[in-house]
């Protein structure tokens, strides 16, 4: 019954005939998290899901885990609104990431519902990495391929995101932002598909492990462009009851801000990944 209609040629899938309120079966999910190995990140509309439902959908796919900088929605800690109020100018997340790539074991995926969304704009962007990486000369992927990304929190303030405000504020850590660094692969493989992917994006990638920044600058900045080239992307728009699932492991993914003066009320919830290797 489930009908699957790429987005774009290179990555996104819109999934259709399908209620996860209701048709939340062993069979269901195999289906759905087929589609989106395949392509990356998969779409479902209409899905007027209550909290509890979303919850286990997102346990269906993996383990729930928990955002370090921003706290849950009351009752439900594993899920967290992405807000942008009609005041706000600057949103939450908006510059091409995959999701606190800074910590040791990354999020294997995220899943974002949207509850309210603005009349215009507001579409959000999702780039295949391993289209990214496939796309290089046969010597710059010997070149990157012993080569480790130093990735940290404190470089999102770059795109001055919601979270990190929410974080200067957070009385619970005397006013300071909790600062997060790993080291992992420039190229990382994908635990399941096997396939190779750029693991590196412009938010989080500070350098490369034992270089300067200054040695790491010219490198790193031909690998942000190239990793988020059109014909890597897809472009989302998003309804009230849409649901998104990206893999974060092979995807990078940027929030258009778009849409001054309204309100944008997302539920987010992201599911423990592993060390990449």
């Not at 510059?95 to 999020?107: G, M």
């Not at 295949?128 to 929190?153: F, I, K, T």
């Not at 728009?237 to 944008?264: E, F, M, T």
Request: charged share 20%; glycine share 8%; with cysteine.
């Amino acid at each position: 019954m489930i009908s699957v209609s790429p987005l774009a040629g290179n990555v996104g899938a819109v999934i259709s005939g399908v209620d996860l309120g209701r048709d939340l079966n062993e069979s269901t999910v195999a289906e759905i998290r087929k589609v989106w190995l395949d392509h990356g990140v998969v779409f479902l509309r209409e899905q007027n899901l209550t909290p509890d439902q979303f919850v286990a959908f997102a346990r269906s796919i993996g383990e729930l885990d928990r955002y370090p900088f921003v706290p849950g929605i009351e009752g439900y800690p594993d899920i967290i609104a992405v807000t942008k109020l009609p005041h706000e100018t600057v949103n939450f997340g908006g510059i091409w990431h995959s999701d606190t790539a800074y910590l040791d074991e990354p999020p294997m995926a995220t899943t974002l519902l949207a509850r309210e969304v603005p009349p215009y704009g507001g579409d959000t962007m999702f780039a295949n990495q391993y289209a990214a990486y496939e796309a290089l000369s046969p010597s710059m992927q010997e070149l990157l391929a012993p080569l480790r990304g130093v990735n940290s929190s404190a470089l999102a303030d770059v795109s001055k995101t919601r979270e990190d405000r929410i974080a200067e504020a957070d009385g619970s850590s005397g006013g300071e932002v909790r600062n997060f660094e790993a080291i992992h692969p420039v190229v990382r493989t994908h635990p399941e598909t096997g396939r190779k992917a750029l693991y590196v994006n412009v938010a989080h990638t500070a350098r490369f492990d034992g270089m300067t920044d200054d040695e790491s600058r010219p490198l790193l900045q031909y690998l942000f462009a190239h990793q988020v080239r059109p014909e890597f992307t897809c472009r989302f728009q998003w309804a009230p009851g849409s649901l998104a699932l990206w893999d974060n492991r092979c995807v990078q993914h940027n929030p258009i801000n778009d849409y001054q003066g309204y309100k944008r009320v997302m539920h987010r919830i992201t599911l423990k990944g592993d060390r990449p290797v």
